[in-house]
């Protein structure tokens, strides 16, 4: 079945950077675009990047464009989200998603404080 496993967070103070990363499994990995979210509470769940299949570039929404990069690594079935510049407003749960799916992981916390 379709397993996706989110790692890397944690607290860091404004100004430092946190990497997360996404392993994927039960499903061809490749063939997939995939995506970062995050929420905080009582807030909808925003998509923060997009990662599409075979080599394009990145998008991302305007409150990150320029600190944070996405990237995909598919011998690894990994995708990977570099995080810098981290400011409170960040703080939230990050999630990675399959496209055109309900498949999502459990969710990485990332707090920003300090």
């Known amino acids: 079945q379709v397993q996706l496993v989110e790692s890397g967070g944690g607290s860091v103070q404004p100004g430092g950077s946190l990497r997360l990363s996404c392993v994927a499994s039960?499903?061809?990995?490749?063939?997939?675009?995939m995506g970062w979210y995050r929420q905080v509470p009582e807030k909808e769940r925003e998509m923060v990047a997009w990662?599409?299949?075979?080599?394009?570039?990145?998008d991302y929404a305007d409150p990150v464009k320029g600190r944070f990069s996405a990237s995909r690594d598919d011998d690894s079935n990994t995708i990977f989200l570099q995080m810098n510049n981290l400011q409170p407003e960040d703080t939230a749960v990050y999630y990675c998603?399959?496209?055109?799916?309900?498949?999502w992981g459990q969710g990485t916390q990332v707090t920003v404080s300090s």
């Open positions: 039960g499903f061809t990995f490749n063939r997939y675009p």
């Open positions: 998603r399959r496209s055109n799916s309900n498949y």
């Open positions: 990662i599409p299949t075979g080599g394009s570039s990145s």
